[in-house]
């Protein structure tokens, strides 16, 4: 979902062939899975989904998932799986809101996955998130940790270098979300441009929508 999506249309056709991704969307799916956020009647929408590593393996715990990108083709591979496997209950929309485009309808659980340091000014975006999640609803957000500018090695694309999860939490809860909690969902080892090999921690951040310290779960 970044300014610059053309390179996500180029690198599309080969984006699940990186197994680093792929683990990470597993991990990610299951620390979400964990939290115990996802009900069977629950409607979902993610946010930057991608070629939908996270979101098949989402859909199959939920009622209705709809998957929101700014890529063409990355939605085109995501198309291409929906039609594969026949599945009736998971929609892609091209959404780009960097052209004023804005989220629409109400989700029980709303899931952005290492989209937001793609994004330049993330406040306005979490308080579209905050419009849509149906009252009690969820946000979901897996994002990397500060990394030193080092995950991605070309940057051009990227506006955060990773977020502090304290501010994380505070943008959540300006926003209005409340019953905010996070946890390490994963921990990627990649090369790095200075050499080597880095570890690099993602995190996981849930907040509710209508909820303050005197309610019951």
Same mark, same amino acid.
């Given at each position: 979902?970044?300014?610059?999506?053309?390179?996500? &249309?180029?690198? =599309?056709? +080969?984006?699940?062939? &990186?197994?680093?991704?792929?683990?990470?969307?597993?991990?990610? $799916?299951? =620390? @979400?899975?964990?939290?115990?956020?996802? %009900?069977?009647?629950?409607?979902?929408?993610?946010?930057?989904?991608?070629?939908?590593?996270?979101?098949?393996?989402?859909?199959?715990?939920?009622?209705?998932?709809?998957?929101? &990108?700014?890529?063409?083709?990355?939605?085109?591979?995501?198309?291409?799986?929906?039609?594969?496997?026949?599945?009736?209950?998971?929609?892609?929309?091209?959404?780009?809101?960097?052209?004023?485009?804005?989220?629409?309808?109400?989700?029980?659980?709303?899931?952005?996955?290492?989209?937001?340091?793609?994004?330049?000014? @993330? !406040?306005?975006? @979490?308080?579209? +998130? *905050?419009? @849509?999640?149906?009252? !009690?609803? *969820?946000?979901?957000? =897996?994002?990397?940790?500060?990394?030193?500018?080092? +995950?991605?090695? &070309?940057?051009?694309?990227?506006?955060?270098?990773? +977020?502090?999860?304290?501010?994380?939490?505070? %943008?959540?809860?300006? =926003?209005?979300?409340?019953?905010?909690?996070?946890?390490? $969902?994963?921990?990627?080892?990649?090369?790095?441009?200075?050499?080597?090999?880095?570890?690099?921690?993602?995190?996981?951040?849930?907040?509710?929508?209508?909820?303050?310290?005197?309610?019951?779960?």
């Amino acid at each position: 979902m970044a300014d610059k999506k053309w390179d996500f &249309d180029r690198e =599309a056709a +080969f984006w699940d062939l &990186d197994p680093g991704r792929v683990s990470l969307a597993e991990d990610i $799916a299951r =620390a @979400i899975s964990d939290q115990g956020v996802l %009900t069977p009647d629950m409607d979902l929408l993610e946010f930057g989904c991608g070629t939908g590593l996270l979101t098949l393996r989402l859909q199959p715990l939920v009622r209705s998932v709809v998957c929101v &990108d700014s890529s063409m083709g990355m939605l085109g591979i995501l198309k291409e799986k929906i039609e594969n496997r026949s599945l009736t209950n998971i929609t892609a929309q091209l959404m780009d809101p960097t052209k004023g485009e804005v989220l629409q309808g109400s989700y029980h659980l709303v899931v952005s996955s290492m989209t937001l340091h793609h994004v330049r000014e @993330i !406040r306005p975006l @979490i308080d579209q +998130f *905050y419009r @849509i999640a149906a009252p !009690r609803g *969820y946000l979901c957000i =897996a994002d990397l940790d500060p990394d030193g500018g080092e +995950f991605h090695g &070309d940057n051009d694309t990227v506006f955060h270098c990773g +977020f502090d999860r304290g501010q994380m939490r505070r %943008t959540l809860m300006e =926003a209005g979300f409340g019953d905010i909690r996070d946890t390490t $969902a994963a921990n990627v080892m990649k090369r790095v441009p200075s050499g080597g090999k880095k570890v690099f921690s993602v995190f996981l951040m849930i907040g509710r929508k209508g909820w303050d310290a005197g309610d019951s779960l």
